[in-house]
């Protein structure tokens, strides 16, 4: 089974300057994606980035970015630029990569980032 | 292009009762997944759905059950609530072939069991 680790319950940074949330997982899988969502106070999950394991480059998105170390099995996310539409929980994710079958997503334990004025 | 529709946003119930949530995938997505999230157990996937099938079931008893029509439209059931199922759902759907990029989430629905 496959679990994911937040270590951060709480962060906070002010606005324009840059964070990194931090996401470790655990796996037997060699083949997989990896995710970063962001769930504002309206409740949806917005999907913020997307990473292959079997990619080592690291997946950008505007301001996001990861750092995606597949050895020491660490999925941190660096957000620049901090704005305050950024206040969210943000929960990483595991999905294996199984093509063609189910596949589920299973959630850390999410990290509640505040951006302040 | 519309979202993820889940109905209703909230919902009160008594313990002992049943449930039915639903779900509206986005245009031609196939797949959908169900979780439930509360604040001491966190995200858990429930069930996903393919084809009016269900693929894929997490570790929750079966009270929980779910099914999906042709139009890819889901529900999802409880029976005999109990105090411990008040949660968010959340719905999630995907084009098939293309989990890995990602599920589109609904907003929710927030059931408080009392």
């Known amino acids: 089974a496959q679990t994911v680790t937040q270590s951060q319950p709480e962060m906070s940074v002010q606005e324009a300057e840059t964070v990194t949330l931090s996401c470790t997982y655990d796996t037997s899988e060699n083949n997989y994606y990896l995710f970063w969502y962001k769930q504002p106070p309206s409740r949806q999950m917005i999907l913020v980035i997307r990473q292959e394991a079997y990619k080592q480059q690291n997946a950008t998105e505007n301001r996001f970015s990861v750092n995606f170390q597949k050895a020491a099995k660490s999925f941190s996310l660096k957000i620049s630029d901090s704005q305050l539409g950024d206040t969210a929980m943000y929960f990483c994710a595991f999905m294996r990569s199984d093509t063609g079958t189910a596949s589920k997503l299973t959630f850390g334990t999410g990290t509640r980032l505040q951006v302040t004025l | 292009k519309a979202g993820v529709t889940q109905t209703p946003r909230y919902l009160i119930k008594t313990r002992g009762q049943q449930v039915t949530l639903s779900c509206s995938p986005i245009s031609g997505h196939r797949s959908v997944s169900w979780y439930q999230q509360t604040p001491g157990q966190g995200l858990q996937f429930l069930f996903e759905y393919f084809s009016e099938t269900q693929r894929n079931k997490g570790n929750f008893p079966g009270r929980f059950s779910g099914r999906q029509f042709s139009n890819s439209r889901s529900e999802m059931n409880v029976s005999t609530l109990e105090l411990g199922d008040s949660a968010l759902y959340l719905c999630?759907?995907?084009?098939?072939?293309?989990?890995?990029?990602?599920?589109?989430f609904g907003s929710g629905t927030r059931l408080t069991v009392v």
């Open positions: 999630a759907s995907s084009l098939v072939g293309r989990l890995g990029y990602g599920y589109t």
